[in-house]
């Protein structure tokens, strides 16, 4: 935090300078989890190194040494927890939306979000915990507090695999991983190899099934999907035998499904384009029988 001159305020945050839902979120997190951030000021890590030096000053008269320096980790350790929940909520305000509802996120989830939160110093952590406490300021009871959960128990490197399957998603009714063989090397040489796979599955993001693999089931008579700006329509099979109306519509979609903590997270990830996936993907359906013929590859029309 920048040292700020004398008679100035040691502001966080300049609260003229918000939007109406970041006003909001930065009051609820203040609500929620003890006052910690004041309008116009947040003075808690001053209180903290304020009183750490007088713990210091006063310690060879009042305290003994083992104590002294126990109250001083304390106070360290959360010094540090309150810069990350700030750098935390700081990150969120830029990411909410104008019909933002910060004011209905439950209180206990905000209590256990920063609970589990507040230990993450690294940057692209808090960009990513940051991302989830804005999307639920945005839309209310997005993320569960298993979700919560989940990520806490995230390594920077397993965040950093999963966020690439955001990289093999297509956009049907919800992002859905296309992953035809686990072992082409369009996966492989992108981070999901077998064994990144089946620790995601071990962590609970996604489900992986190497043997038979996954199909999406459609009321209609196609599936409408796309890959960043391209689009395809997918013919499934009629597959009478399954439960269910007669005109439900299957196509494959390989070996991984998320799970609903793999579908809240992936919501927030930012993923880039694979240049050669849609192509594979298409191939991918042509040898399955559910894309038939070139007239179901689209690109949207070029803007003028």
Same mark, same amino acid.
């Given at each position: 935090? @920048?040292?700020?001159? $004398? /008679?100035?305020? =040691?502001?966080?945050? +300049? %609260?003229?300078?918000?939007?109406?839902?970041?006003?909001?979120?930065?009051?609820?997190?203040?609500?929620?989890?003890?006052?910690?951030?004041?309008?116009?000021?947040?003075?808690?890590?001053?209180?903290?190194?304020?009183?750490?030096?007088?713990?210091?000053?006063?310690?060879?008269?009042?305290?003994?040494?083992?104590?002294?320096?126990?109250?001083?980790?304390?106070?360290?350790?959360?010094?540090?927890?309150?810069?990350?929940?700030?750098?935390?909520?700081?990150?969120?305000?830029?990411?909410?939306?104008?019909?933002?509802?910060?004011?209905?996120?439950?209180?206990?989830?905000?209590?256990?979000?920063?609970?589990?939160?507040?230990?993450?110093?690294?940057?692209?952590?808090?960009?990513?915990? @940051?991302?989830?406490? $804005? /999307?639920?300021? =945005?839309?209310?009871? +997005? %993320?569960?507090?298993?979700?919560?959960?989940?990520?806490?128990?995230?390594?920077?490197?397993?965040?950093?695999?999963?966020?690439?399957?955001?990289?093999?998603?297509?956009?049907?009714?919800?992002?859905?991983?296309?992953?035809?063989?686990?072992?082409?090397?369009?996966?492989?040489?992108?981070?999901?190899?077998?064994?990144?796979?089946?620790?995601?599955?071990?962590?609970?993001?996604?489900?992986?099934?190497?043997?038979?693999?996954?199909?999406?089931?459609?009321?209609?008579?196609?599936?409408?999907?796309?890959?960043?700006?391209?689009?395809?329509?997918?013919?499934?099979?009629?597959?009478?035998?399954?439960?269910?109306?007669?005109?439900?519509?299957?196509?494959?979609?390989?070996?991984?499904?998320?799970?609903?903590?793999?579908?809240?997270?992936?919501?927030?990830?930012?993923?880039?384009?694979?240049?050669?996936?849609?192509?594979?993907?298409?191939?991918?359906?042509?040898?399955?029988?559910?894309?038939?013929?070139?007239?179901?590859?689209?690109?949207?029309?070029?803007?003028?």
């Amino acid at each position: 935090m @920048a040292d700020q001159q $004398a /008679g100035t305020s =040691n502001a966080l945050i +300049s %609260f003229g300078e918000l939007s109406r839902p970041a006003t909001v979120l930065v009051e609820k997190v203040s609500e929620a989890i003890g006052g910690i951030f004041r309008p116009f000021q947040t003075k808690r890590m001053a209180k903290a190194e304020a009183e750490a030096g007088l713990i210091k000053a006063e310690s060879d008269i009042q305290i003994e040494e083992l104590k002294r320096r126990a109250l001083n980790r304390f106070l360290e350790e959360e010094t540090a927890k309150q810069r990350n929940i700030e750098a935390i909520t700081s990150s969120a305000l830029p990411m909410l939306s104008e019909s933002a509802r910060p004011d209905e996120i439950n209180n206990d989830w905000i209590v256990n979000f920063f609970d589990k939160s507040r230990i993450f110093s690294d940057k692209q952590m808090q960009y990513l915990w @940051a991302s989830i406490l $804005a /999307g639920e300021a =945005n839309k209310p009871q +997005s %993320f569960s507090r298993q979700t919560v959960n989940l990520v806490a128990s995230l390594d920077k490197i397993d965040a950093e695999v999963f966020q690439q399957i955001g990289s093999i998603s297509w956009m049907f009714d919800k992002r859905t991983p296309v992953m035809a063989d686990c072992f082409a090397d369009i996966y492989v040489k992108n981070g999901l190899d077998f064994a990144a796979l089946h620790h995601l599955d071990t962590l609970g993001l996604i489900r992986f099934d190497s043997l038979q693999g996954f199909q999406l089931r459609s009321e209609n008579d196609t599936l409408e999907a796309s890959y960043f700006s391209k689009k395809i329509t997918l013919t499934g099979a009629k597959m009478q035998h399954v439960p269910g109306p007669s005109n439900q519509t299957f196509a494959p979609i390989g070996q991984v499904v998320l799970t609903r903590a793999g579908t809240e997270l992936l919501s927030v990830c930012q993923s880039k384009e694979i240049p050669e996936f849609f192509e594979y993907c298409s191939q991918f359906w042509t040898k399955t029988g559910v894309l038939k013929t070139e007239d179901q590859i689209r690109s949207p029309p070029s803007s003028k």
